[in-house]
């Protein structure tokens, strides 16, 4: 018995690949993807951007109106998907609904919130209220509640039991409890899940203009089709480094308020020092003083500073977005309308369509996820600091990631179909760099996490540094690496279902076609399948994810 | 509850035959006599599985007798209804092994949520609660030696320190009796004895009713008016702390089945052997 036994945990795992090979060859034969083609299309790329080159910055106001109106629509959506989200977060948290129903109604809107994505959420929506911001900010609070609602659920439901008890035998009632022993502990959650909604949401809010609802991917969309290739150059630049200097900011900012008390108030040792004493005799004169209220500390100031700087931002953006926030609840209406014209489903007018959109969907997921992990792999070695020990190298490697994340990858999507013409190739592609870089990050991370004691025991039995990685980094990073594949999968299919609005293939196109020849009951159908498609992917992705853990 | 407590001689809690048997099986509880009255500092000692704690729990009817009856303020706590129930929490400050704090939350905000029950509707953070319980609590945070870490969160202080936050918000609930279960298990000595100091202070001081389990017979005989010892779910000594010794609580610590649980040990390990060579 020298082999390991074949168990059937072993034997499932073993399908499990198996399908996923044969289903990547399958797609890659499907979409008719060649290593010609692969290469080609980059190259093509490459020749697009040299012919845009140098950005055209004139014309300046629009682009920055645009912009402008990218982050209020991304601020106020994401703001009113938290205020939806919350109470659905305590109906679906195990430890705080009241009752089976609710629990199960609330877990059904979360998870058929994060299946459908914004830019079909805006399509449809911008049907009903219109051109124009309001169309996006509502597709994006209601996309957005899929996954705020589930980190919320997630952090109720992971606050310690042991203050709850102990409230209440005091005899405090449940809501009391829940407000005096739970809320404090997720707050932090809340908040950076939040703050990380809103930084994706601004890549999402980019490219909402494609469907005219709203924000700067209106003007990129106007600049490619009057083929002014430059002047689209500059408004890609410009939301790029916006999108950047957002992800750097709501990182740091996320880091002080999950990570302990007043952790990156300065990095200044002398100047945090100073605060420190100087709020430690805050502290005291309260105590002598019997003051009844939180004294000024630092740490309230900053938090406080904080919360008045996120409202009048919000006030800034409810006054100059131009739209009509008490009457836009008239619309509600005609959401619903317009909602219920999609049923009855009609899967029939457009069945080989419908059939061939579906399928080429998953074809592109697979190719993009298997190509990203190519891409990632050796990234992500060179990235992570524990491998390649040499600073220059692995900082530089993590910024250059970090510079290409900041392009939404319907936006790639769009300069490649500019390069390449129509079709799932060039799609697939713009879904492969968009996510590479993302993947790469998560990888480096797991690769960072791997414990050292392991390693140094492979060390000192005299093996090479490669050896010392199949032996002690690789199995210590499997179970993460494996989910990480299938969570890029899932995110690249649900990805590939809006490809299509920008003609970069999957049913995304025949959804919008629908939708422009108002064939609603088609969109239902569509709608319908693509959900459980991406369900069941998620399904899937669970399933998997337990068996290798 | 002045109609409750008439007099000064009323037992606060009086346990009659009381006996608990879980829905696993588990004789817990077997036909326990105890009558405590006002003011008592009583400590309940045993090894973990004697029933103590099930005995605590039955006070503040987070349990309920499967035979017997256990009076506590002269209601029956048995078949006492919900809200009933409840009234009789808001009564009894109960003390965790695991203090329950919130760590985030200041230790003032800790300390005055022992008050919910005396407030209508929901609170969060420092300025919902009224000033005059804001007073208060700073007040028992004086009382517990720790004032001047009001404004500190919880999770900064030592374990110790935790301990009295939770005790000083327990006394935030104006109880008419304390119950602490295992407060000391996971405290240094230092911090362990500070804690029993306190609840023998407030007993002494309040003449408030205190059930504490402890585990070490040493912190029991030196703190507690009256020890009480379980064991198997029948109580095997109850007597004054005063001049008992060691060797009179010995019996307490004596399992019955031990003989039988060293005969099973024996039995199996040839077994484990066997197990791991293969």
Redesign the interface.
Known sequence: MLSAPRSTKRLKLGGVFFVFVAATIWSWLYIKMTFSTLFGGFDDLWNLLQYMFPPRFDQMGQVIDATIETLWMALIGTTASVILSIPLAFGAARNTTPNAATFAVCRAIITLARAVPTLIIAAIFVLAVGIGPLGGILALALHSIGMIGKLYTEAIESATE??????S?????K???????I???A??TFIGAALYRLDINVRESAVLGWVGAGGIGFVIQTALRGLDYSRALAAVSVIFVVITLIEISSNRLRASIIGE?SAVITKNQKARKKSTERDHKI??K??TL?K????W?SERRLRISAVLFYAGLLILALVTIKIPIISSFGYLDEIFKTSADLFPPDFNTARPEIIRGILETIAIGFVATILGLLIALPLALLAARNIVVNRVIYSGTRLFMLAFRGIPELIVAVLFVSAMGLGPVPGTLALTLGTAFFMAKLIADTLEEVAPEPRDAIFATGATRSQEFFAAVLPQAMPNLVSQTLYLLDVNLRSSTVLGIVGGGGIGFLLLSALRVIEYQTVGAILILTFVVVYAIELLGSWVRKLVE | MSKIFSTEADPIVSLTKVSKRFATGTLALDEVDLVVPRGQLLSLIGQSGSGKSTLLRHINGLHKPTGGEVLVMGCNVGDAKSKELRQIRKNIGFVFQQFGLVGRATCLENVLTGALGRLAGPRYGLVSYPKALRREAFEHLERVGLDSQAFQRADTLSGGQMQRVAIARSLMQQPVMLLADEPVASLDPESSAQVLELLLKISIEEKMTVIVTLHQVELAIDWANRIVGLRDGKVVLDRSAIGLTQEDVMDVYRRADRSNDLAKQEAEFPKSVASLSS
């Open positions: 042991a203050p709850r008890d102990a409230v035998s005091t005899g405090a009632s809501w009391q409890t829940i407000l005096a022993t809320v404090p502990q707050t932090p008390q502290l005291l309260a105590v019997r009844l209220n939180l004294p500390t």
